[in-house]
C-alpha cells in the first residue's frame, strides 16, 4: 500500500496520462505569438473531438445566439481558457476508460461530475468572481481521486466503503481512518502532476474541507457547495433553501465566503438539469 497519495498517483500517473492534443493545444495557448485558427487546425485532427466542442458549444451550456460550425469561431466566441478546460473534460472521460473499476458505477459517477461542475459554474455567477466558467473543470474533476484510489487500492477501498456505510456516511473520514490520506488528497496529487493549473489542485484537494484552502477559498467552497446540494438531491428532496441543512458534509461557513444565498437554488437547479442532459449526452454518451 501506498503511504502517501504522491505514491499512488506516481505508479498510475503514465497509465492516466493527459491525452497529447491536450498537451499540444496548452502549449500552443503558451505562445503568446499564437491565433484562433492555430488552435482550430489541432482540433480538427481529432474529428470526435472536433464534433464535441461544437455540440458543447452550440448547445444550452452556452445558449449563443448564432451557431458556430468552426473550431476556430468558437475560441473566438467562449474564449482560449474555455476551450482548453472542455478538452479536458472530453479528454477526462476518454482518460479513464483504460482503468478498471469494480467498486463504482462510472456512469452514475460521470453523471454527479458533470451535474457539480455545472452547479459550480451556475454558482460562480452569483460570486461576483472573474473567469467562473473554469469552475466547470474544477468541480466536474472533484472527485477524480476516486478513481484511481479504487483501481490501486480496491481492497481497503472496500473497507471504506463498508466503514462509511455503518457510521455518518461520509466517505472522507472513513479513507482517512482506513487507508491514511482521502480521494480528495489522490485527486489533488493527480493534478500536480499533470501540471494543471493551482486552482484546481487547490479545489480538487480541499473540496471536503474548504477552509483548509488558502490560496482559492472562493473557488473552493463554491464547488464544496455545488457537490453538497448535488449530493443531497434525491427523489424525495425539496430544493429551496433548506436544502443543505441535514447534510452531514456541508460546512456552513462557506456561505458567508461565497456570500451566496440558497434561496436561489430552484433557479440554478433548473438551469442545470437543462445544461446538464445535452453536455452529459455529448461528453459522456453512454451515461
Not at 476516486?146 to 456516511?169: C, I, M, N, R
Request: net charge negative.
Amino acid at each position: 500500500m501506498a503511504k502517501t497519495a504522491e505514491e499512488l498517483v506516481s505508479g498510475v500517473v503514465n497509465l492516466i496520462s493527459l491525452p497529447e492534443i491536450f498537451i499540444r493545444v496548452s502549449q500552443v495557448l503558451e505562445d503568446p505569438n499564437h491565433n484562433a485558427k492555430q488552435l482550430g487546425d489541432i482540433i480538427s485532427h481529432d474529428p470526435a473531438l472536433t464534433a464535441r466542442i461544437l455540440r458543447i458549444v452550440n448547445s444550452a451550456y452556452y445558449s449563443l445566439a448564432v451557431k458556430i460550425e468552426l473550431v476556430s469561431r468558437a475560441v473566438s466566441v467562449v474564449g482560449e481558457d474555455d476551450l482548453r478546460n472542455l478538452i479536458l473534460a472530453t479528454s477526462a472521460v476518454e482518460t479513464f476508460k483504460r482503468i478498471p473499476n469494480q467498486l463504482l458505477d462510472i456512469d452514475l459517477f460521470w453523471r454527479h461530475s458533470v451535474h457539480t461542475g455545472i452547479v459550480s459554474r451556475l454558482l460562480s455567477r452569483h460570486c461576483n468572481i472573474l473567469h467562473g466558467e473554469r469552475l466547470f473543470i474544477a468541480g466536474m474533476l472533484h472527485d477524480i481521486g476516486k478513481l484511481v484510489l479504487y483501481y490501486k487500492e480496491p481492497k481497503l477501498s472496500q473497507e471504506v466503503l463498508l466503514e462509511a456505510a455503518e457510521s455518518d456516511g461520509v466517505l472522507y473520514s472513513a479513507e482517512k481512518e482506513v487507508i491514511g490520506f482521502t480521494h480528495a488528497d489522490v485527486g489533488g496529487a493527480l493534478i500536480d502532476a499533470w501540471k494543471l493549473a493551482d486552482t484546481l489542485k487547490d479545489v480538487v484537494t480541499y473540496h471536503h474541507t474548504p477552509l483548509k484552502a488558502r490560496k482559492y477559498p472562493m473557488e473552493t467552497a463554491i464547488v464544496h457547495i455545488a457537490n453538497c446540494v448535488v449530493n443531497a438531491i434525491g427523489p424525495d428532496a425539496i430544493i429551496d433553501q433548506h436544502l443543505l441543512d441535514e447534510s452531514p458534509d456541508f460546512e456552513p461557513e462557506t456561505l458567508k465566503i461565497t456570500g451566496l444565498d440558497l434561496s436561489i437554488l430552484p433557479d440554478v437547479m433548473d438551469k442545470a438539469w437543462e445544461q446538464a442532459a445535452e453536455v452529459l449526452d455529448i461528453i459522456c454518451p453512454k451515461v
